[in-house]
């Protein structure tokens, strides 16, 4: 009975510590990054990133974004991904296509885009860098178009269709995408 206490213990142990440590700071705002809350995090879809079963032709560094599933794979090789949970495009404003990486950027300044600025008067015109902005941590460019794979400063809306196209992530895991994606990497919507 005491062993089984100490075994269960020593996992609740390890598991705090796996979600508690963050690695340092490579960006002065990174210090700033916001988790879900804590009923999101019990409650809502599943959101660990997590290395699956992924048998594809595409090759290694390929981004495959299913809209459908609410996930993003990162294609690794030897039939593995790793997968990540996502928030896409609402109803009239999800896409498919083929696109590449063409740029990416540490806290982003955001422009809102004349179409979205019409939808909603209200928004800034310009709004730079930081936590409170909705472009996240990390900012991975699509192209030249409109869209982006981004990190999210509401964390709660990941799983859902929320956005005006582009394509959400947690912070943590658009950093973790951020680091490993290399520019001119395909990126796969469908």
Known sequence: MSLRFLAGGACVVALLASVCVTPAAAHPYDQYIRGRSFFGAMFGPSIARMVVSYPTNQKTGTIVISTAQRRLY????????????????????????????????????????????????????????GPDNPMG????????????????NDPDKIGQAVSSGCIRLTNQDVIDLYNRVQIGATVIVQ
Do not use: C, F
Request: hydrophobic fraction near 40%; avoid cysteine.
């Open 137 to 152: 941590a990390r900012a991975i460019y699509l192209g030249s178009s409109l869209y982006r794979i981004h990190g999210s």
């Open 74 to 129: 990162l294609v690794l090789g030897n039939g593995q991904a790793l997968s990540y949970a996502i928030a896409v495009g609402a109803a009239g404003y999800a896409w498919s296509g083929v696109n590449q990486v063409t740029d990416k950027r540490e806290w982003p300044d955001w422009t809102p885009p004349g179409e979205m600025l019409q939808r909603r008067p209200d928004l800034p015109r310009h709004m730079a860098g």
